[in-house]
């Protein structure tokens, strides 16, 4: 089971917006219950990379595959499959600002119609386990920056998502909070999902169950 | 059941977080569909009002004074096999003067009786389908043609105008009734733009978490299917209150049938869910 | 100079990014309008209406067959001396014999020289404060007590109904002229919203560098005066093709006054800035 | 002229929109010419700072004064003016969406009422300074992290506004691209105006004409 493959990219190219190739022959495997760090320059495509997985753009040329399901543009229901399984925290993967943090962090059981009670105990052990309890009615715009990552890590791990997506969420933090942070990130990686974490800077320490990989002219290395 | 649950909530809460808008759509859909009822009861009327008038247009055959009585009945034969003549009434001297009676008050011809002046004659009547102008004039000029008829009368003006008038107002209707739907339908998918493009960072979240398209438009849709359905029978309700005020004596107002009415609200309801969908429907490209 | 192309750069960013949005919002303007000026020509044609068969309001005072040529002449003087009353005609046996003539289209009174049967009367014509009910019972009161004077007849019922027809359509056409403005604000406001709210972060930034409330309000202000100005004016247009294609003969449509016309426009552009202001400024809070 | 005060805050107490204070009889002065680095903890309240200097949020106690003119919640036009004389950049200093680069970098000028052949001339400067030739029609969208930043600095330049407020540019960043941006940062410190950044981290260099300040507790140390 442990050989289970969640993340396949075949020889992916994709282009930016603007027309600037970003991604050039690019391969890459995550399996089950590993994790990999990415690190790129600004502009390496780091976000664009996570676009790519949760199927908000799709490459000109190659396949990827997600839970051995390959992701196109014309298989919407595959997308909406493969979206639910992912967790996603960091860069595109923001709060919706008219739901409290309760019904935020809800949101992916809220979807697979999932039972109130489970519901309810899941988001309850969500609001402890990320220290969230005093915050659990307000809405995002009353959260700091901390608060509304910490949120998007419960959401990213309410339904047991077997991916998840952290885009750098350790940008201008202060060591303290950082370290607050990584921890989670850690836990995360002990917990036997996978997990694709996103940054610019190398980070400080070494994570466990996980490769190192550098988004460099376009191709992982 | 969940689910149900959170479009319901959501609907609420695009609702009661817009009550300015909310309110707003309802009522100028209210008055744009109070508009199409007008017409529509316009058109009803007069059509109605025609029809009656038409019921009673009559064909006045003015009998020759120096005519037999026998060969009266022959003729009177001959026009009954005329087609499309419903009936022929037959108004000899007497029954003229009583007319006149009638329509005067007072009866002109005392001390007259052996010197009646009105000429004899037939009134006739038509099948609706021969009540317009072209059949009309072609049993005329039939009729002109026998030795005792001295000359036929019947309101060939009148009846051009009325076939105008009840076409022209059944074009204008259909126009302004395409028209009003149409800005109906914009009007309530702008309004349901603007309640959602508030919301359209949380649809893209929503989206990326796996959230699909007709998930997120139901509550949207919903509110269409309301705010139609409820301003349509609001405008409705408007016009039967003011019918139960005002009284035309020189006009019967004619309503649709309360099956049609019930109908048009609900196809209103219905272009409300499309519209709902429009509304939303850039908004979910995401 | 620079601000004033900044505005009118922003003005025609919002109309051109968002057409659906303006058309619709036009077509809804206009219709409103639409029915808005329906109402005021309804109002104002039942009012000529009205006036002009009450300006024709006779009473008619028939005279006892008894009463002599010298006493009439008198009894006239008396009558010209009530208030209120314009004018008196009398009417002989042989002019009302010549009346009748002209409605029935033949004379039914040939060979009748010496026995004229129809009554010698005077016919009372009023000044327009007099036609309403009140005042006209007590002059009909007051000339029956005369003694030449066999009875007195008017249309009393009918001016009731006219008298109540009247107010109705003028209450009606308050009711929903108001509404109909309302609606046209909180529509055209809506729209703005719309065509607003997609930029909110925007405006957020702008006031941020120091840009003022007028200066980014004035676009959508600019937008509203313009739309509803439109709209109002296409609103009358199109009545006044209508008015060019339908011929009623039973009616004269009475269009109020191209100044008024003009009025009205300016007045809902005017309204359209109002309704761009509100429509703007719950974005601009920030 | 050199001691023009364009910066004065005077026992200045804030709460945030919870209610929990996050300044607590803070005192802050800044004179022409020079510039300010204040780091602190995420959730310290550098933001608010920001905020509170462009009028976005008022004291509730203690008085904030730019440019010599008190800052209060009526005074709207004299927080216009205010805001017209300072350069924003990351933070709550976004982009207007709508607007080309050219368009975003030219506003400050509009408002003032700049006259076209000397808009024309500054905008060519600005582009030219942060190599932003080729990206002048393009809308933010179409930008990267980094290109916006820069399209920040130079509408933040564009008008000579004497006062800059940075708010943490360099987070997420790579060490070139880091380095890129914090040259711009000197060149500022260096042109005579006036800036204040804000940083979670303690910058790595000195910063020429600047002082070193804590946020810490509420108050700057
Ligand atoms: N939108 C908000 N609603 C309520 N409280 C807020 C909000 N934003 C910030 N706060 C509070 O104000 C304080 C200061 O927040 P601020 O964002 O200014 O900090 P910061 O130093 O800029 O942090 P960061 O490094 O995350 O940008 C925080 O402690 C937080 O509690
Ligand atoms: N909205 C956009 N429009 C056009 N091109 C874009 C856009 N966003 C990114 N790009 C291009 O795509 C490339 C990858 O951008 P992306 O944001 O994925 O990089 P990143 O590694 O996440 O950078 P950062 O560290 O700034 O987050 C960039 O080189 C840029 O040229
Ligand atoms: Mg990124
Ligand atoms: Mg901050």
């Not at chain 1, 952290?166 to 999902?193: H, N, W």
């Not at chain 2, 259909?174 to 009003?180: A, H, S």
Request: glycine share 6%.
């Amino acid at each position: 089971m442990s050989d289970e493959i969640i993340v396949e990219l075949n020889n992916v190219f994709l282009k930016s917006d603007r027309g600037a190739p970003v991604f050039q022959d690019l391969n890459f495997k995550l399996v089950a219950g590993r994790s990999a760090i990415i690190t790129g320059a600004a502009g390496s495509g780091k976000s664009m990379l996570a676009e790519l997985l949760v199927g908000r753009r799709f490459a000109y040329q190659g396949s990827v595959e997600l839970f051995g399901q390959v992701v196109r543009r014309s298989k919407k229901r595959t997308i909406r499959k493969v979206r639910r399984k992912i967790g996603g925290i960091g860069g595109i993967f923001d709060l919706v600002p008219s739901f409290t943090v309760a019904e935020n962090i809800m949101f992916p059981m809220v979807l697979v119609g999932e039972r109130k009670k489970v519901r309810k105990e899941r988001l309850l052990n969500m609001l402890t386990e990320f220290s969230l309890l005093k915050q659990a009615t307000e809405r995002p715009d009353r959260l700091t920056r901390v608060e509304r990552t910490l949120v998007q890590f419960a959401r990213a791990s309410v339904a047991n998502q077997p991916l998840i997506i952290v885009d750098e969420p350790l940008a201008g933090l202060d060591q303290k909070t950082y370290e607050r942070i990584f921890e989670y990130m850690i836990k995360i990686s002990c917990s036997g999902r996978s997990a694709i974490f996103l940054s610019a800077e190398t980070l400080p320490r070494e994570i466990p169950n996980s490769d190192s990989y550098q988004l460099i002219n376009g191709a992982l290395v | 059941m969940i689910r149900i649950n959170h479009i319901l909530k959501e609907l609420f809460r695009n609702i009661f977080r817009n009550p300015g808008t909310a309110f707003g759509a309802l009522l100028s859909l209210t008055l744009l569909f109070l508009l199409f009822d007008i017409f529509w009861v316009a058109a009803g009327t007069s059509e109605q009002f025609y029809d009656d008038l038409l019921y009673d247009l009559q064909m006045e055959v003015f009998i020759a004074e120096d005519a037999e009585e026998i060969s009266l009945s022959q003729t009177k034969e001959v026009l009954l096999r005329i087609e499309g003549i419903r009936s022929v009434t037959y108004v000899s001297k007497d029954v003229a003067r009583q007319q006149l009676i009638d329509l005067v008050g007072v009866d002109l011809l005392v001390g007259y009786d052996s010197l009646n002046p009105l000429p004899r004659s037939w009134q006739l009547t038509f099948a609706s389908e021969y009540q317009t102008r072209e059949r009309l004039d072609a049993i005329e000029r039939e009729i002109n043609t026998f030795d005792d008829v001295s000359h036929v009368q019947y309101s060939r003006n009148w009846l051009e105008k009325a076939e105008r008038t009840k076409s022209m107002i059944l074009d204008i209707g259909m126009v302004l009734g395409l028209l009003i739907l149409l800005t109906a339908l914009f009007n309530s998918a702008n309004n349901i733009r603007l309640m959602a493009r508030a919301r359209a960072v949380g649809f893209y979240q929503m989206r990326l978490i796996g959230a699909g398209k007709l998930f997120l438009a139901l509550p949207f849709m919903l509110e269409g299917f309301l705010m139609s359905g409820i301003s349509a029978a609001a405008g409705w309700g408007l016009l039967y209150y003011w019918k139960g005020k005002i009284e035309f004596t020189w006009l019967e107002i004619i309503f649709p049938a309360v099956d049609d009415i019930i109908l048009f609200c609900l196809a209103t309801a219905v272009l409300g869910v499309i519209s709902g969908y429009f509304g939303i429907r850039r908004l979910l490209k995401v």
